[in-house]
């Protein structure tokens, strides 16, 4: 069974702010995990994904995302926002490559000039 | 990678009525998935199609509400029967794409639907 949170429907930073958007996975087995993000009237586009190895992993648009074990956690940063990175974005968990994913809620990036 | 177009974009339709919606891949693909987004929640798959073979639908959603043609490995169809407000949605067709546990899963831009 695996399970996904992500903390807060809404984020809300100024342009040039530190995103940081929070997700935390539950799995019975070593977890893939992924990023997502949805602009408005389009569909998914994957950020990032941890399979194995490197446990920080680095994504389009500047993201990077960090997973630790220890806290079953796998939070989406970015040093410093732009106004284009508004858009909901969406943690995934999966148990393997060829599996299907389970979608966290999204959360909503606002970002304010 | 794979590019996904759906049709239509967004549609307006009556109680009562079913709405079919088309996904064109632009590559060759084995497993295809559909999936509702409604407002202010997660993703939730409703069915595996793969081609030659029946649908997989998941807990919750029936081949009668929701039935699914997969004629050829680049396209696929989801229609949405006799639809009743609580079908509006957004639909979004789904490929994976890869092997040996380097899966990479692809969306469309999705179908929007609105039931009054």
């Known amino acids: 069974a695996q399970s996904v949170t992500q903390l807060g429907s809404h984020v809300s930073v100024s342009e040039g702010a530190l995103v940081l958007l929070r997700c935390n996975y539950s799995s019975s087995v070593p977890p893939y995990l992924f990023w997502y993000v949805q602009y408005p009237n389009q569909g998914l586009q994957l950020l990032l994904k941890?399979?194995?190895?490197?446990?920080l992993v680095k994504g389009i648009n500047g993201f990077e995302a960090e997973f630790k074990k220890s806290e079953t956690s796998f939070h989406l940063t970015k040093p410093s926002a732009h106004m284009s990175d508004a858009a909901e974005y969406f943690c995934?968990?999966?148990?393997?490559?060829?599996?299907?994913?389970?979608f966290g809620r999204g959360t909503s990036l606002i970002v304010h000039p | 990678s794979a590019v996904i177009s759906q049709k239509p974009s967004r549609d307006i339709c009556q109680r009562g009525t079913s709405l079919t919606i088309q996904c064109q891949v632009d590559s060759q693909v084995t497993m295809m998935f559909w999936y509702r987004q409604q407002p202010g929640q997660s993703l939730t798959l409703i069915a595996t199609?793969?081609?030659?073979?029946?649908?997989?639908?998941e807990s919750g959603f029936v081949i009668d509400k929701f039935p699914i043609s997969r004629p050829n490995l680049t396209f696929s169809t989801l229609t949405v029967s006799n639809m009743s407000p609580e079908d509006s949605s957004i639909y979004l067709c789904?490929?994976?794409?890869?092997?040996?546990?380097?899966?990479?899963?692809?969306f469309g831009p999705g179908t929007r639907l609105l039931v009054l």
């Open positions: 789904s490929v994976k794409v890869g092997t040996g546990g380097q899966e990479t899963q692809y």
């Open positions: 941890y399979t194995t190895g490197a446990t």
């Open positions: 199609a793969n081609q030659g073979s029946e649908a997989t639908y």
């Open positions: 995934a968990v999966s148990q393997g490559g060829s599996y299907i994913p389970t």
